[in-house]
């Protein structure tokens, strides 16, 4: 049952985004690096080409105080139990309210992910696989900076975004982060892994409150290798 009816959902052009070919060759592994000549002119096209097949979709749930409790390695939202960790629990200190977000770059863009691939084309796939999880980041980033300029004028301050499967925290509970949502929102089902489809999409939480205080990522103690957090320090303009 959700609590909360505060729930927002935005549908997002690629312009939007501000993507860059010089993220998606970043994504790729290509950062000090020039990429070979047919890789730039392949990632420029499917750039294009992405803008057409993709349908982002952005949104969130906002829960009020009186519906959250913290403790040192938990976060309840509405009445489910979040087993977060230490790590993430820090991070939402001081929460007056707690984001449950979700983003997806759509099903018409898994199938063309798909696509390639079928058509042994693996390089083409490998692009607009690449690519599909940098507009879907993006898509977050969005939403991040959206939640800062909505709170601002109340003086609130938001953490980063706190995903399922980062930190330690358990992909499974992802089933919760969805119960605190309108069902097939944003386009996203799971299945009973947790996994989500269409697979270009993120779910998580964001911490706002006047006490919250924007933490830097603690990778050093994260096993995760490829997450994005990782790239967040490296030149992507």
């Known amino acids: 049952m959700i609590a909360s009816m505060n729930v927002q959902t935005y549908n997002l052009l690629m312009s939007d985004l501000g993507i860059t070919e010089k993220r998606i060759l970043c994504g790729m592994g290509y950062y000090d690096d020039v990429a070979p000549e047919y890789i730039i002119t392949a990632t420029a096209e499917f750039l294009k080409l992405a803008d057409k097949n993709a349908d982002l979709k952005v949104g969130f749930a906002e829960y009020s105080a009186e519906q959250i409790q913290l403790t040192r390695s938990t976060v309840s939202i509405s009445g489910y ?45 490998y692009i607009a696989d690449t690519i599909g999880s940098e507009i879907v980041e993006s898509a977050c ?10 709170f601002e004028g109340i003086d609130w ?22 119960a ?10 799971l299945n009973e892994s947790a996994l989500m489809k269409p697979i270009k999409s993120i779910s998580g939480i964001i911490a706002a409150g006047r006490e919250v205080r924007k933490l830097d990522y603690q990778c050093n103690i994260c096993n995760l290798e490829h997450c994005y957090k990782r790239r967040k320090d490296k030149n992507l303009e």
């Open 157 to 178: 301050k938001c953490s980063n975004r706190l995903s399922p499967g980062y930190c330690n925290w358990n992909v499974e509970e992802q089933h919760k982060i969805f």
């Open 180 to 189: 605190l949502l309108p069902d097939n929102f944003c386009g996203i089902k």
């Open 141 to 150: 980033d969005w939403l991040e900076n959206f939640l800062v300029a909505k």
């Open 81 to 125: 139990t979040f087993n977060v960790g230490k790590i993430i629990a820090n991070h939402l200190k001081g929460a007056e309210s707690i984001i449950v977000f979700a983003a997806s770059a759509g099903e018409k863009f898994d199938k063309w992910i798909a696509s390639q691939f079928n058509a042994n084309e693996q390089l083409y796939g």
